[in-house]
């Protein structure tokens, strides 16, 4: 991401602190039975916690992923109900699609019918295809949503990149504090497959920890 329009938008999250040692790995748009369980198998290997940032129309056809992304112990973020795209979407509406998935996500947290155990925790947002207009993410913003850039972007979801193309995107940009952007998707599962786990090994032995954002 060039740095000059992650000056123009100071106030959105797109890196951590760089003197810690940690990385924090997102994936967005699933939860999908496809692909999520196994990126959730892949982190558990190494004791990973990560963000997912979920449209809210597959959590309500896929709550129980859902919930084990929570009982694992990651993060979840809106990332819209129908992945919307801010720009070419009137504020009002943007606004009512980015709460339906908040409902959503905040009534498949419940386990057990048990009080949400998201609820009460910030909520972290982030916009579809980065496309969000300064309206929008005022209002976001006033309602308590944190939003939630990236500094390294995979393009695991780019069919034209090659696997290891797709790897060395991250190898050689990520360094401390880092927020990298996967896809639990579909159109990313083939790079993703080949991706995470050696993601997962070389980070290790750098000697940089994951986080969940939160
Ligand atoms: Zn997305």
Request: with cysteine; charged share 25%; hydrophobic share 35%.
């Amino acid at each position: 991401m060039p740095r000059f329009i992650q000056r123009l938008y100071p106030e959105r999250i797109w890196a951590f602190s760089r003197k810690k040692d940690s990385v924090y790995l997102t994936f967005d748009d699933g939860p999908i039975p496809e692909v999520t369980p196994w990126v959730l198998d892949e982190l558990k290997k190494h004791n990973a916690k990560a963000t997912f940032f979920c449209i809210g129309e597959n959590v309500k056809k896929h709550p129980e992923i859902f919930r084990r992304i929570i009982a694992e112990g990651h993060s979840v973020g809106n990332h819209t109900f129908n992945h919307l795209n801010g720009w070419q979407t009137k504020t009002t509406q943007y606004i009512e699609n980015v709460e339906k998935a908040e409902r959503e996500m905040i009534n498949n947290s419940k386990i057990n019918s048990q009080q949400s155990t998201i609820s009460n925790q910030p909520s972290l947002f982030r916009p579809p295809y980065g496309k969000i207009t300064s309206k929008q993410a005022k209002i976001l913003q006033k309602k308590g949503f944190k939003i939630v850039m990236w500094d390294i972007i995979s393009y695991d979801y780019d069919a034209t990149i090659s696997e290891e193309k797709c790897l060395q995107n991250v190898l050689k940009n990520i360094k401390p504090g880092s927020v990298v952007v996967f896809h639990d998707s579909l159109k990313a599962e083939k790079n993703l497959r080949y991706v995470l786990p050696k993601v997962l090994d070389r980070i290790e032995e750098k000697g940089l920890s994951y986080k969940s954002i939160c």
